[in-house]
C-alpha cells in the first residue's frame, strides 16, 4: 500500500504539470533536436542537445546519457545496474551471485586478493566511466529491498569549464532479507575528475573509490526438507533453521587512480608522439567473523567447518596491496594508426600477521605472499572507416611470468549491422587466496605453489535489426578451483571442509547466445536463448545446458505523449545441473556433486512508466512461487528469492 501511494503522489502531478503548452517534442528525450530541460526558456537562449552529455570509458570509447525507458533499461534496473542475465541471485540483495554462463568470466594475467563471491558488486578501475557534459547532469536511483532498508544510487556531474569536469557518486544498500542473518550493508564512493587543455596536449583522467561490502552469513539452510515440503509453517522462512546466526564477512577497498597522456610535438599534426602513464594503488580487506563456533543442526551441535584453534569468536583477517605503473611511448598516424610500447610495474603483498607452525614447530603455511611483476609489451589501435581494431601482446620480463595476448576487431557493415571478434590468450597468475591463505579453522590453511592457468578464448559477436548473437570456445588449461575435501564421516555430521585444488586435465567450453525481439503493434516479445557445452574428464567445470529469458509486453503512449507505458512479463528458466555452492569462510564458490539446482520456472511482472525524465520501475518478481512447489535454490541450501513486490525508480536532472 506504501508503494503505491507512492507511485500515485509521484505520478498524478507529474501528468498535471506535463499537459501544459509545451511543445511536443520538449517530451521527446530520444530526439537530439529536443530540449533537456524542464525549465522556462529565454527566446534565444541556448538549447543543449542530448548528444552534449557524453560517458567516457577508460578505453575513450564514448555513448551518449540515455533516459529512454526500454525493455533493456528494466533489465538494467538492479543493484547491478546491468543486465544479470547468466547470473543467478541469492535471496537477499547484495549477496553473491551463482554464475550460470561461463562466457561472462573476465581475465586478467595479474594475481588479485580473490574471494571473487564478495566481488560482484565491485567496481574495478575499468568500470568507472567519465564524463562531459553541457550542464550539471544529476541521476537518483532507488529501489526497495528485502525486508527493512532500501537501495539508493546518487550521482552529479558538472564541467566547471569545457575541458574540466568533476562527478561523485554514493550508491549504499541496506536488505534485511527474509532468513535469519541474512542483512547486507554496502557503501560505494567514488569522486573523479577528467581534464584536457583546449588542444589536447595533455589528458588526464582519475578517480577515487572507497568500498565496504558487509554481509551477514547463514551458511544456508540446514533442513532443505522444511523448505520444499510447502508446509505453510515455512512460509515465515524465519522458522527456517541456519547453520550460522551471527557469523559475518566484510570487504573493504581503497583506490586511487589515474591515467595521462602528453603529446610530445606542441600542435597536433598527422604524426604525433605521445608520453603516457597509468597508476593504480588499491588495498583490499577481507574479514570473516563468527563469535559462535558451533553450529545446530536439528537440536545437536555441529562443527560446520571442522575443528578450529579457538572456542569462540573467530576474527580471520586478510589484507593486500597493490600498486601498477605503467608507462609508455605512442606514435599515432593518421594513415597506419596508433602505436604503443610500454613497459609496467605490479607489485602486491597479501599478508597475515601471524605464521602457522607444525607440530614439530617448523612453519607449515606463511604470514605474507609477495609478487612483483614486470612486462614489456606493445599495443597498435586502428580506426578507418568500417574498421576498428585493437591488438595488444605483454609479457613478462620477471621471475613471475605471465604473458597477455589480446586481438579485438569490430567491422561495421552500417548502421545496423556490426560484427566483434576476439582472440585472448593469457598465462595468468594464481589468485592470491589459492596459494595462501590462514584460519583460525585448522583445516582451512594452506600454503600452496600452483601453476599459471592457461586460457585461450575465442568469441564473435554479431548484431543486426534481425538476431543478435555470440558465440565463444575456450580452452582451459591448469584450472583453478575450490573443491570439496570433506571426508564421509565429516559429511554424515554436517561438516564442510573446502580448499583449492588445480585441475591437470583440458576442459573446452563452447556457448552460443541469441537475442531477438519480435514486434506486433503495440506488443512485444523479447527473447535470450543461451546453450553451453562443457567437455572435460570430471565435473570440475559445471554449468546448465540450457539458459532462457523470455518476455512478453505492451507499450504505449498516454495523456498526449505525456506518459509512456510499459508493462509484461518476463519468463526465466535454466536446465538443472550441480550448481556450485557457497562457503562464506573464504568467500568462494566451490564445485560439488551431490546436489542438482535448476529446472523450474520463474515469472516476473512488471509495469514501467516515463513522464519526462523520470522511469518509474514496479514489479511482482518471481510470483509464481506463491503457488508453485518450493524446489527453487541458487545453490545447494541457499533458496533463490521468494514472491516480493518491489518498487523503484530512476531520475535524471538537466539544469
Request: glycine share 6%; charged share 20%; net charge neutral.
Amino acid at each position: 500500500m506504501r508503494i503505491l501511494f507512492f507511485l500515485y503522489l509521484l505520478v498524478v502531478p507529474s501528468l498535471l504539470f506535463s499537459q501544459g503548452g509545451a511543445p511536443k517534442k520538449s517530451l521527446d528525450m530520444n530526439s537530439q533536436y529536443s530540449s533537456i530541460t524542464d525549465t522556462v526558456k529565454k527566446k534565444k537562449a541556448l538549447v543543449a542537445k542530448i548528444d552534449q552529455y557524453q560517458i567516457v570509458t577508460i578505453e575513450h570509447d564514448t555513448t551518449i546519457v540515455d533516459t529512454s525507458l526500454t525493455l533493456k533499461s528494466d533489465y538494467r534496473h538492479n543493484y547491478l545496474r546491468k543486465d544479470n542475465f547468466g547470473l543467478l541471485p541469492f535471496a537477499n540483495i547484495g549477496q553473491p551471485y551463482n554464475t550460470l554462463q561461463y562466457s561472462l568470466t573476465n581475465f586478467s594475467p595479474f594475481p588479485d586478493i580473490g574471494f571473487l563471491g564478495k566481488h560482484f558488486d565491485y567496481l574495478y578501475a575499468e568500470e568507472i566511466n567519465y564524463y562531459h557534459v553541457a550542464t550539471p547532469l544529476t541521476e537518483l536511483f532507488f529501489n526497495t529491498t528485502m525486508g527493512k532498508g532500501q537501495n539508493v544510487d546518487s550521482f552529479i556531474t558538472l564541467n566547471t569549464s569545457k575541458n574540466l569536469n568533476f562527478f561523485g557518486a554514493y550508491r549504499g544498500l541496506r536488505s534485511e532479507g527474509k532468513y535469519i542473518n541474512q542483512l547486507t550493508s554496502v557503501g560505494n564512493f567514488r569522486i573523479g575528475a577528467s581534464y584536457n587543455t583546449t588542444d589536447k596536449r595533455y589528458i588526464l583522467y582519475l578517480h577515487y573509490a572507497y568500498q565496504d561490502i558487509l554481509n551477514e552469513e547463514n551458511g544456508g539452510i540446514t533442513t532443505p526438507d522444511d523448505f520444499e515440503s510447502g508446509n505453510p509453517d515455512y512460509k515465515n522462512r524465519q522458522r527456517l533453521e541456519v547453520y550460522l546466526t551471527d557469523a559475518e564477512s566484510f570487504l573493504k577497498g581503497n583506490r586511487l587512480f589515474f591515467d595521462h597522456a602528453f603529446r610530445v610535438n606542441p600542435k597536433e599534426a598527422s604524426n604525433n608522439l605521445y608520453v603516457t602513464h597509468q597508476f593504480n594503488f588499491e588495498n583490499k580487506f577481507f574479514e570473516y567473523k563468527q563469535p559462535t563456533v558451533l553450529s545446530t543442526v536439528e537440536g545437536r551441535s555441529v562443527q560446520r567447518f571442522g575443528e578450529s584453534y579457538v572456542t569462540s569468536n573467530i576474527k580471520d583477517q586478510t589484507h593486500f596491496e597493490k600498486l601498477y605503473n605503467k608507462v609508455g611511448l605512442t606514435y599515432e598516424n593518421t594513415l597506419l594508426g596508433k602505436f604503443n610500447f610500454f613497459i609496467d610495474d605490479y607489485r602486491s603483498n597479501y599478508k597475515y600477521y601471524r605464521i602457522i607452525l607444525d607440530n614439530d614447530g617448523n612453519v607449515a603455511v606463511n604470514d605474507n605472499l609477495y609478487r612483483e611483476v614486470n612486462n614489456i609489451g606493445g599495443q597498435y589501435e586502428y580506426q578507418k572507416n568500417k574498421w576498428n581494431g585493437t591488438f595488444l601482446f605483454t609479457r613478462s620480463i620477471t621471475k613471475e611470468t605471465i604473458s597477455d595476448l589480446d586481438a579485438k576487431l569490430k567491422y561495421n557493415l552500417n548502421e545496423k549491422i556490426q560484427f566483434d571478434f576476439r582472440y585472448q590468450n593469457i598465462s595468468k597468475l594464481p589468485n592470491n587466496n589459492y596459494e595462501l591463505y590462514q584460519s583460525s579453522y585448522i583445516q582451512y590453511n594452506w600454503g600452496n605453489d600452483f601453476k599459471n592457468e592457461k586460457i585461450n578464448s575465442f568469441s564473435g559477436k554479431i548484431y543486426t535489426p534481425w538476431l543478435n548473437g555470440e558465440v565463444q570456445y575456450t580452452v582451459l588449461n591448469d584450472h583453478l578451483y575450490f573443491e570439496d575435501v570433506s571426508t564421509d564421516a565429516q559429511k554424515a555430521v554436517n561438516t564442510q571442509i573446502i580448499n583449492p585444488a588445480q585441475y591437470g586435465s583440458t576442459i573446452n567450453y563452447l556457448s552460443i547466445k541469441a537475442g531477438r525481439e519480435f514486434k506486433f503493434g503495440d506488443f512485444g516479445f523479447d527473447n535470450t536463448l543461451l546453450f553451453q557445452k562443457v567437455t572435460q574428464s570430471d565435473q570440475i567445470l559445471n554449468v546448465p545446458d540450457f539458459v532462457t529469458r523470455n518476455t512478453f509486453y505492451y507499450s504505449s503512449h498516454f495523456f498526449k505523449k505525456a506518459l509512456y507505458l510499459q508493462t509484461g512479463i518476463i519468463f526465466s528458466y535454466f536446465t538443472e545441473y550441480y550448481g556450485n555452492d557457497y562457503n562464506p569462510v573464504i568467500g568462494e564458490f566451490f564445485v560439488q556433486d551431490t546436489k542438482k539446482i535448476g529446472n523450474y520456472p520463474v515469472f516476473d511482472f512488471f509495469l514501467n512508466a516515463r513522464i519526462r525524465q523520470t522511469r518509474i520501475y514496479l514489479k511482482a518478481e518471481h510470483f509464481n512461487s506463491a503457488f508453485s512447489q518450493s524446489n527453487y535454490y541458487a545453490a545447494p541450501n541457499n533458496p533463490y528469492r521468494d514472491f516480493v513486490i518491489r518498487f523503484g525508480l530512476v531520475w535524471n536532472f538537466f539544469q
